[in-house]
């Protein structure tokens, strides 16, 4: 496992546009640096999608 860039890091991620879907919830695709499934957040905005996450995330529902 390698990181394409550094801003990945970061968790800035920037999408490759051919990859991006809606998905009736929000945009979807691959990250064009690490190949890593990233939906947008806010406008410019793209954050890694990941199981753990998913888990982990703050539900204040
Ligand atoms: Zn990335």
Excluded at 6 to 28: A, D, I, M, Q
Excluded at 36 to 53: C, F, P, Q, V
């Amino acid at each position: 496992m390698h990181f394409g860039r550094l801003s990945c890091l970061f968790n800035s991620h920037k999408p490759n546009r051919r990859s991006v879907k809606w998905t009736g919830l929000s945009y979807e695709g691959n990250c064009r640096s690490c190949g890593r499934l990233i939906a947008r957040a806010h406008a410019g905005k793209w954050r890694r999608i990941a199981k753990s996450d998913l888990e982990t995330v703050d539900s204040t529902g």
